[in-house]
Every structure is written in structure tokens, then in C-alpha cells.
């Protein structure tokens, strides 16, 4: 009998463990969706009406759960002005709104999280904050100038990060865009085989 109860609650924790795994894996796919989505809507795409045409999705890594990471957030006491590089030689200007630190691969990384100027005026973006990154893909699996990650303000002293939504800036399919370029502070000295691969 005690073998048995033993054998269902082994179960039923595997059974959860799937269910949550399946559940992470359908709001990836959403993000997919969305993205894709907007790749071919003309009110929103950076893409030509021909590319929009020709445009079959975006290429993706597998998703993989190692990529979700909950980082330590340490929020700035005070506002730090960085100004940001674009691709057309302007400067956009955010502050460094905290620094997340976590661990993969067995390494430890810490990465500053930016926050819009012009954006935070905006209700929409009020709380939005911004990840630009560059990893050991750029240039052969991903796109050159690295990819972003979109945020939220978090309650607490963690953030999530993951890089299953990491998406490329518009100048990796358009030019004519002004792209933030990931600072030398946020490189991941390792490959980041998650979220959105070279554009097509």
C-alpha cells in the first residue's frame, strides 16, 4: 500500500511538472505568434510590402526552459543618463534602471536594465524596461548587432529574464531605423541559443 501511494505521488508530481512545462512552452509560442503577426501587419511592420508578402515567420530556436532565468534585481538608487548608440549614428537617451545578476551555464553574468526617456512619458510604456544584449551567436546563428528583450518593472528584488523572447532590432530586416546598440557591458560570454535567429 505505502508503495503504491509512493508510485502516485510520483506521479502526480510528474504529471504537474508536464503540465507546467506545457503551459510555459504555449505562452512561448503566443509570443511567437504575436511577433510573427506583427511581422505582417503593414501598420506595424518594418518590412517592405514585398517582404511583407514573401514573409513566411521568423526562424526561432527550440524552446528551451534553461533560457528562463530568474535574475537578482538591484534597482538604482538614483537615475544614471546613459545614452545609447543607435545604428544611425544618433543617441537615444535611457537611464540605468538596475543591474540583473544571475547564472548560466555555470557562469555568472550581471546585465544593466535600461529605461527609456521618451518611452516612460507614455501610460503604455510607463513601466516598461529594456535588455539590448550581445552573445557568442551574433553573426552566424543570430543577427550581428544583437537582439532585445522587452521588461517589465519588477515588485520585488527578482526579474525574469527570458531569452526564449529575445527578438532582433528592426535594422536587422529594414534600413532607416535608428537601433539602440547593445553597450559592451551587456555581452553574455556565452551562446545564447534562444528566442528569435538571423532575419530572414
Known amino acids: 500500500m505505502k508503495q503504491f501511494l509512493l508510485l502516485a505521488l510520483l506521479l502526480m508530481g ?12 504555449s505562452t512561448i509560442l503566443e509570443f511567437q505568434r504575436e511577433l510573427n503577426e506583427e511581422y505582417k ?21 527550440p ?3 534553461k533560457y528562463h532565468v530568474t535574475a537578482k534585481f ?14 544611425a549614428n544618433s543617441i537615444a537617451n535611457y537611464d540605468v534602471y538596475g543591474i540583473a545578476t544571475f547564472t548560466l551555464d555555470g557562469k555568472e553574468f550581471r546585465l544593466n536594465i535600461y ?4 518611452l516612460r512619458k507614455q501610460d503604455k510604456y510607463k513601466d516598461y524596461l529594456f535588455l539590448p544584449f550581445t552573445d557568442q551567436t551574433n553573426g552566424e546563428e543570430t543577427y550581428g548587432g544583437g537582439r532585445y528583450m522587452g521588461l517589465t518593472i519588477p515588485d520585488g528584488d527578482t526579474i ?6 529575445a527578438y532582433n532590432p528592426y535594422c536587422a530586416y529594414a534600413s532607416g531605423y535608428a537601433c539602440p546598440i547593445p553597450p559592451k557591458e551587456n ?9 528569435v535567429m538571423i532575419g530572414k
Open 160 to 165: 525574469e529574464l527570458d531569452f526564449n523572447k
Open 115 to 118: 529605461q527609456s526617456h521618451q
Open 41 to 61: 501587419d503593414p501598420d506595424k511592420s518594418p518590412l517592405s510590402a514585398k517582404q511583407q508578402n514573401a514573409f513566411g515567420g521568423h526562424s526561432f530556436f
Open 187 to 195: 555581452d553574455i560570454q556565452v551562446p545564447i541559443r534562444a528566442g
Open 63 to 65: 524552446i528551451d526552459e
Open 74 to 87: 538591484e534597482k538604482l538608487p538614483t537615475q544614471s543618463l546613459f545614452q545609447m548608440k543607435t545604428t
Open 14 to 25: 510528474l504529471s504537474s511538472r508536464l503540465l507546467a512545462q506545457e503551459d510555459y512552452k
